[in-house]
């Protein structure tokens, strides 16, 4: 049976996914998670993916960023040993970090493809909206799972395509309004 790929992340009302974390990510205005006040129901959608993930997969940059603060982190301590893959046609052996538990390189979206076909569990693809892109534009994201929050930013990295396309129907698995404005929202590729 074929491996569920779910593209799981962070998005600004205006469809902005970059620098949700701190301007050291490159946006002048990043840090736009931290300044919604914080409420943990409204993250408990990542524990939910916790329970479900047999694999998580970055692309290059996202995996540069996360590996370091997530490895060893207490906060994010499930994350350690499921295994972990990155696509990249750039990134060496030698660049992966150490400790973080097994990681494998992937080179192309064929290789995404192929891994998908195989046998196991979901796969949670976390930040990495140009990855995320790309593999939805092929046909192979099955689930997108969302925290849109009440800010909008004018400028900044979209997830959605600003180009043409072919139309991708989505279904309304669940949704969740909580008090400080962010939405849960996972929809379910129609096929």
């Known amino acids: 049976m074929a491996r569920e790929l779910v593209w799981t992340g962070?998005?600004?009302l205006d469809g902005i996914v970059d620098s949700p974390g701190g301007v050291v990510e490159g946006h002048p205005q990043g840090g736009w998670v931290l300044s919604t006040?914080?409420?943990e129901e409204a993250f408990s959608l990542k524990g939910e993916e916790i329970a479900e993930t047999s694999a998580l997969m970055f692309g290059r940059r996202s995996y540069k960023d996360f590996a370091p603060e997530w490895n060893g982190s207490p906060d994010h301590a499930a994350y350690q040993d499921i295994p972990k893959i990155v696509v990249s046609s750039s990134l060496d052996e030698a660049d992966l970090h150490e400790g973080w538990g097994?990681?494998?390189i992937l080179r192309s979206t064929e290789d995404v493809a192929t891994e998908k076909a195989g046998d196991g569990g979901t796969i949670f693809i976390h930040g990495s909206a140009e990855l995320a892109r790309r593999l939805g534009e092929?046909?192979?994201?099955d689930r997108y799972h969302l925290l849109l929050f009440p800010v909008t930013l004018g400028t900044g990295k979209r997830f959605l395509p600003t180009s043409a396309h072919d139309r991708q129907d989505l279904r309304l698995r669940d949704s969740v309004a909580y008090g400080n404005g962010v939405v849960k929202l996972v929809y379910d590729v129609v096929r």
């Open 10 to 12: 962070f998005m600004t």
């Open 37 to 39: 006040p914080f409420d």
């Open 102 to 104: 097994e990681t494998r």
């Open 138 to 141: 092929a046909g192979l994201i």
